[in-house]
């Protein structure tokens, strides 16, 4: 037995350009962890006409789940491969809700705002998850529930999600305001806006 040898070794090509492999979780966030009761919690979908669609956390909580297992890529260069969760998918979140806009706004408790095109919320790429490695999601990385979106960089799943907002016109949020890139895809390296 080699020293150091657990397993099969992961081809190179799981990684996008840049990133190094971490076996733990770092927390990273812009400001103090909101604590939420979750008889206050609610989530708030908007469209661009105003309607507003909402699920408290019980209503959230009877939505039917999934358990997806995904690789998280965070733009300070760590990712963590094969993470697993529980919640509930945007497509259950967004199904007939009446909207032709092309991108989305997500709120947080806390105030954090992120950007992504409506798209990228829909077929089976983006939840609202509660749920981390079979256990509550804890307060420092999201809990009660965030957007979890990772196939885009991890500063798109924004932690503590309140709502999101659909647009007509892509608005940036709090990092991409701060130079990021608009969209963020880790495997076309879009860290900064330019990139
Ligand atoms: N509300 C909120 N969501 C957030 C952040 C934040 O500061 N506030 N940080 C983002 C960034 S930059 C990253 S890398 C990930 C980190 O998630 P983690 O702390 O669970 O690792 O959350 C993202 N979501
Ligand atoms: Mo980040």
């Given amino acids: 037995m080699s020293p150091g040898f657990r397993g099969r070794p992961r081809p190179a090509a799981a990684l996008p350009p840049g990133q190094y492999l971490t076996e733990d979780f770092p927390v990273l966030s812009a400001g103090p962890t909101p604590r939420i009761p979750l008889d206050e919690w609610e989530f708030v979908l908007t469209t661009e006409e105003g309607l507003d669609r909402r699920w408290t956390w019980p209503e959230l909580l009877a939505l039917p789940s999934e358990r997806p297992t995904v690789d998280l890529h965070c733009v300070t260069r760590w990712s963590k491969l094969a993470t697993s969760w529980q919640g509930v998918s945007l497509d259950t979140l967004l199904a007939d809700l009446p909207t032709g806009a092309g991108y989305a706004l997500v709120h ?64 940036p949020g709090f990092w991409e305001s701060a130079g990021y890139h608009d969209y963020g895809d880790p495997w076309r390296e879009q860290r900064y806006q330019g990139d």
Avoid: F, M
């Fill in 108 to 171: 947080c408790y806390g105030g954090y705002t992120t950007n992504l095109p409506l798209a990228d919320l829909r077929d089976g790429r983006a939840w609202i998850v509660y749920g981390h490695d079979g256990a509550d999601l804890v307060p420092e990385h999201g809990g009660p529930a965030r957007l979890l979106v990772p196939h885009l960089y991890l500063w798109k799943s924004a932690k503590w999600v309140r709502g999101i907002r659909l647009l007509t016109e892509d608005q």
